[in-house]
């Protein structure tokens, strides 16, 4: 067993799952919270990350397999997927995957799922199709209004602010991601765009104060 990553919410493993490689997600107890209140938290998110994962699988979006979970210990056995992220991708020149990627997120977004971690590190390019991983923040809404498409806005966020280091590019990468966005959403996309907007405005009057 050999750690891959370290998290606030939880540590990852790689593993041998009966000669394949595997990964294991433990969200770790936190000595700091009430032991019940503890085990409720985790075994819930737990439960919560599988369903968005069998949800995103449904709507044709590629994510890891899962082998085995337990939420009574909050562990989760999943396919190890092996290839290049999104930002290595885009590190490389080849942004045309963005234009897939907002086709994907369009689609998840239309059937009320928020992935609510999309960075780039969690968009993994594997075997020619792109696969997101890591649905622990996500959740899932019904209906369509305002506060759905907040919450839409702000997943789309965490991306953009991390095509905004790409300085000059910034601007044509994200028109890439939108275009395949709006090919999902159609009209509702612009609402969300308008949202989108109005998030990053508030957080640049943020940062001047």
């Known amino acids: ?50 369903r968005n994962m069998h949800m995103a699988h449904t709507l044709g979006v590629r994510v890891p397999a899962v082998y085995f979970f337990d939420p009574e210990r909050a562990v989760i056995l999943m396919e190890y997927v092996e290839g290049k992220n999104l930002r290595d991708l885009l590190n490389a020149g080849r942004y045309h995957y963005l234009r897939a990627v907002g086709v994907l997120v369009g ?41 759905v498409a907040v919450l839409y806005a702000r ?11 790409y300085g000059e590019r910034a601007d044509f990468l994200k028109s890439l991601f939108w275009e395949g966005y709006r090919e999902e959403m159609s009209e509702k996309a ?7 907007a109005r998030i990053r405005a508030s957080g640049r009057y943020a940062e001047r104060l």
Do not use: S
């Open 107 to 147: 689609r998840m977004h239309k059937a009320g799922l928020i992935h609510g971690d999309l960075a780039p590190t969690n968009i993994i390019l594997a075997g020619g199709e792109l696969c997101f991983i890591d649905f622990g923040l996500g959740e899932q809404r019904k209906g369509w209004g305002k506060k």
């Open 155 to 165: 997943d789309i966020n965490v991306l953009l602010r991390n095509l905004d280091l």
């Open 1 to 50: 067993m050999r750690l891959l990553a370290k998290g606030a919410e939880a540590e990852i493993y790689v593993v041998d799952w009966f000669g394949l490689q595997a990964v294991l997600k433990w969200r770790k107890p936190k000595a700091y919270r009430d032991p019940t209140l503890d085990y409720q938290i985790r075994r819930r998110r737990t439960i919560n990350e599988v």
């Open 190 to 196: 612009a609402v969300v765009e308008r949202e989108v």
